[in-house]
Nanobody, 125 residues
């Protein structure tokens, strides 16, 4: 069920920074891996795409509200990807999930089929 594992969440004050990490579980079998991404979700809301990156370095995507503050990156040698979050705002508070898309790349949730269990990010004012 759970193929990926996030880490790095926590509680910070507005303006602070966090760095999230994601990697497949050792037992995960992912035959196709074209895109890595980060999503977030708050209660009562749809899970929304935050950032995505082509595994082969083909490009990145960001939702408008995080542009200039968040950066997605990856380390293909270690099969790990990251979300560096700077200048965090209370509205960034959410459960953050990492994900893999076998083929497509972008922010729509429907494109992703491998997920982590989530890591909580809480930003206080």
């Amino acid at each position: 069920q759970v193929h990926l594992m996030e880490s790095g969440g926590g509680s910070v004050q507005a303006g602070g920074s966090l760095r999230l990490s994601c990697a497949p579980l050792p037992s995960a079998h992912i035959p196709f891996n074209n895109c890595r991404a980060w999503f977030r979700q708050v209660p009562g809301k749809e899970r929304e795409g935050v950032a995505a990156i082509y595994r082969n370095g083909g490009g990145t995507y960001y939702r408008d509200s995080v542009k200039g503050r968040f950066t997605i990156s990856q380390d293909n040698v270690n099969n790990t990807w990251y979300l560096q979050m700077n200048d965090l705002k209370p509205e960034d508070t959410a459960m953050y999930f990492c994900a893999i898309s076998a083929f497509s790349c972008g922010l729509p949730r429907i494109e992703y089929n491998y997920w982590g269990q989530g890591t909580q990010v809480t930003v206080s004012s």
